[in-house]
T-cell receptor, first 116, second 113 residues
């Protein structure tokens, strides 16, 4: 069964460093998302991406964050200058599109980011 | 804005007990409703969904009915197993737009033999 994959599974970085989190969505999906989950807290929406542009972003997604689909398969989240409070599990998700069946989002296993 | 409220955990049950995890929502439109499950050390898996009022989603013995009149989507299972121990998230997807998911805080379920 097709699945969303994410790399790396764990990332440790120093405060102020740039990190890139990578995702490979399900191949026929058109909508892509990033969410994060700070330890013990709820899952929060960061950004959605469709047709090579951001379609919606949350207030968390400030100028330090960017997303890109550099080729036909990868979807990346970049944090330019990491802060301690960026430590979280980051989930990528994808969906076929909109509609009763197509809207279901499938999640990857996550990347646990630790900023020291 | 739209929001989801779940009962606080942890919920601790004996095997074969009946499970209810309450979920209520606030939404301006007609959202789709979801339950996701997160097993220890893993990502989020879709458990079930319902897209309109009175729809019942079901999977693996779990059920939830979309109740527009009470804005609820409570998760139930008649007989839980130890393997059901996980964190359960209720979520909604706003009607229209690009369908971002809004999650509840999650409810941790622990089932012991």
């Amino acid at each position: 069964e097709p699945e969303v994959t994410q790399t790396p599974s764990h990332q440790v970085t120093q405060m102020g460093q740039e990190v890139i989190l990578r995702c490979v969505p399900i191949s026929n999906h058109l909508y892509f998302y990033w969410y994060r989950q700070i330890l013990g807290q709820k899952v929060e929406f960061l950004v959605s991406f469709y047709n090579n542009e951001i379609s919606e972003k949350s207030e968390i997604f400030d100028d330090q964050f960017s997303v890109e689909r550099p080729d036909g398969s990868n979807f990346t989240l970049k944090i330019r200058s990491t802060k301690l409070e960026d430590s979280a599990m980051y989930f990528c998700a994808s969906s076929v599109g909109q509609g009763e069946v197509e809207e279901t989002q499938y999640f990857g296993p996550g990347t646990r980011l630790l900023v020291l | 804005g739209d929001s989801v409220t779940q009962m606080e955990g942890p919920v601790t049950l004996s095997e074969e007990a009946f499970l209810t995890i309450n979920c209520t929502y606030t939404a301006t439109g007609y959202p789709s409703l979801f339950w996701y499950v997160q097993y220890p050390g893993e990502g989020l898996q879709l458990l079930l969904k319902a897209t309109k009022a009175d729809d019942k989603g079901s999977n693996k013995g779990f059920e939830a009915t979309y109740r527009k009149e009470t804005t609820s989507f409570h998760l139930e299972k008649g007989s839980v197993q130890v393997s059901d121990s996980a964190v359960y998230f209720c979520a909604l997807s706003e009607s229209g737009g690009y369908n971002k998911l809004i999650f509840g805080a999650g409810t941790r379920l622990a089932v012991h033999p």
